[in-house]
């Protein structure tokens, strides 16, 4: 499912609540509810503030993921607001907490864990969350926002690193040394978001990337992605023996 499209960009909301109870309020208040809507609004608050008594949607990065399934005209409605200074939180001034990404979920919506687990994996990309709270430019945010959602990547404002640089660099000697045609790389094996300035211009270049990568490319200098969508954080390194393994069996 894309994520991108159960938010639409009026909904992506700067709050002006200092609190969590307010800032739930706020984004139900955009969400698209059917008839009686300040009644339903009442009700999924109550409800969304006694599950967080219980088991705190905070998860770290200053992102909080408050859901609950309700009564909808859709299968999912996501809202999303940002508060810069954080937000009073259990009692206390949470101020890392600036992102309230509410989803709502209707009782008949298929693969509902799934979703909430792909959310999830999202929210744990540190690099990206980053940016998108640094982001002083509402429509910039909001755009950014889609393209995360989307698995697209997001400009980065990070330079290459040396390290990265040099992991570039031995890529192209090792290819140009054993003769290869094509060159393949992973974006988890950088140390930070990395914005290659690609050389390879005679080898074929694949990125292969998790949907939610922080690396940034020139896509006229690519010449194909491969883009994994799993909830397991692991595909890129199980991608990868399974080609060492495919190769081995080749020689």
């Given at each position: 499912m894309?994520?991108?499209?159960?938010?639409?960009?009026?909904?992506?909301?700067?709050?002006?609540?200092?609190?969590?109870?307010?800032?739930?309020?706020?984004?139900?208040?955009?969400?698209?509810?059917?008839?009686?809507a300040a009644r339903k609004v009442r009700a999924l608050k109550k409800t969304l503030l006694t599950r967080e008594?219980?088991?705190?949607?905070?998860?770290?990065?200053?992102i909080a993921l408050p859901?609950?399934?309700?009564?909808?005209?859709?299968?999912?409605?996501?809202?999303?607001?940002?508060?810069?200074?954080?937000?009073?939180?259990?009692?206390?001034?949470?101020?890392?907490?600036?992102?309230?990404?509410?989803?709502?979920?209707?009782?008949?919506?298929?693969e509902y864990l799934n979703t909430l687990a792909t959310?999830?994996?999202?929210?744990?990309?540190?690099p990206v969350i980053e940016k998108l709270i640094g982001e002083k430019v509402l429509s910039r945010f909001r755009d950014n926002v889609k393209k995360?959602?989307?698995?697209?990547?997001?400009?980065?404002?990070f330079r290459t690193t040396r390290f990265n640089s040099v992991i570039?660099?031995?890529?192209?000697?090792?290819?140009?040394?054993?003769?290869?045609?094509?060159?393949?790389i992973f974006g988890d094996t950088f140390s930070s978001?990395?914005?290659p300035v690609f050389s390879f211009k005679d080898f074929n270049t694949v990125l292969v990337l998790q949907a939610d990568a922080?690396?940034?490319y020139k896509k006229e200098e690519v010449d194909s992605i491969i883009s994994l969508r799993s909830h397991s954080q692991g595909r890129l390194s199980q991608l990868r023996s399974a080609l060492l393994v495919g190769l081995i069996r080749g020689l």
């Open positions: 894309r994520l991108d499209r159960i938010v639409a960009k009026n909904r992506i909301v700067d709050l002006k609540s200092k609190d969590f109870a307010g800032a739930i309020e706020e984004l139900l208040r955009v969400c698209p509810l059917e008839k009686d008594d219980a088991i705190s949607s905070y998860l770290g990065h200053g859901h609950a399934r309700t009564k909808l005209g859709k299968n999912y409605i996501l809202a999303v607001g940002r508060c810069p200074t954080g937000l009073v939180h259990n009692g206390q001034h949470n101020q890392e907490l600036r992102l309230v990404f509410l989803l709502l979920v209707s009782h008949e919506a298929p959310l999830a994996r999202i929210f744990q990309n540190k995360v959602l989307a698995g697209e990547p997001v400009k980065s404002r570039l660099g031995q890529a192209k000697k090792i290819a140009s040394g054993t003769d290869c045609s094509s060159i393949l978001p990395v914005q922080e690396i940034v």
